[in-house]
């Protein structure tokens, strides 16, 4: 399979701890995106890369949220000192270049117990 | 005011019935993206475009520029088609994408 790979699918974690997610992006995909979403709404914009360069990140990054795209192929997003607040599907997506179609990956669902 | 609204946020029709979900937005935008996200939240790209019209089997996707505002048709309706619908915009001038909150759409057989 050659599409956007998350892992894990599915992480619960008790509130105070740290979590870790992956993404692997197309591999001839050179922009990279996070993206949050809550129950009920649209995903909403985190941050993006180009490359291994971040480019754009949202106000609703906070300090505990950090992205990483170390060589410009998968990308991390940590979550630090987790609160309840943070249960959401992060969804990673790639696209080529800007402007063209994104492809999504299959989201982790995050619970903060 | 969200800067994308689409309309309706739930439909529930029959097998067969032709469906249309719109999308309106407010802010400059370089492309309309039409997303189907299917329970579980693998999201598929169903549509990119900027102007005119797109058509693929069964599903249609327009847009006017003037007006900002754009349609997802659904000809011959099937359970299978039973997702969220999400519309989001490439915003001009800025990356990544702003999203809509989703049609959430039911077809019962």
């Known amino acids: 399979d050659t599409g956007v790979s998350q892992n894990p699918r599915h992480k619960i974690t008790k509130r105070g701890q740290n979590v870790t997610f992956r993404c692997d992006p197309i591999s001839e995909h050179n922009r990279l995106y996070w993206y949050r979403q809550t129950l009920g709404q649209g995903p909403e914009f985190l941050t993006y890369?180009?490359?291994?360069?971040?480019?754009?990140k949202s106000r609703l990054l906070s300090d505990r949220f950090s992205a990483e795209r170390p060589k410009g192929s998968f990308s991390t997003l940590e979550i630090q000192r987790t609160e309840q607040g943070d249960s959401a599907m992060y969804l990673c997506?790639?696209?080529?270049?800007?402007?063209?179609?994104?492809?999504f990956g299959q989201g982790t669902r995050l619970t903060v117990v | 005011k969200n800067e994308v609204e689409q309309s309706p946020q739930n439909l529930t029709a029959q097998e067969g019935e032709f469906i249309t979900i719109n999308c309106s937005y407010s802010v400059g935008i370089s492309a309309l993206h039409w997303l189907q996200q299917h329970p579980g939240g693998g999201i598929v790209s169903l549509f990119m475009l900027s102007s005119g019209k797109k058509k693929h089997g069964r599903l249609i996707a327009t847009i006017n520029i003037q007006e900002k505002h754009s349609s997802l048709h659904i000809t011959a309706s099937h359970p299978r088609d039973s997702a969220v619908y999400i519309c989001a915009v490439t915003r001009g001038g800025a990356d990544g994408l702003t999203f809509g909150k989703g049609t959430h759409l039911i077809i019962q057989p």
């Open positions: 997506a790639s696209s080529s270049f800007a402007g063209t179609k994104a492809f």
């Open positions: 890369f180009q490359n291994e360069a971040q480019l754009e």
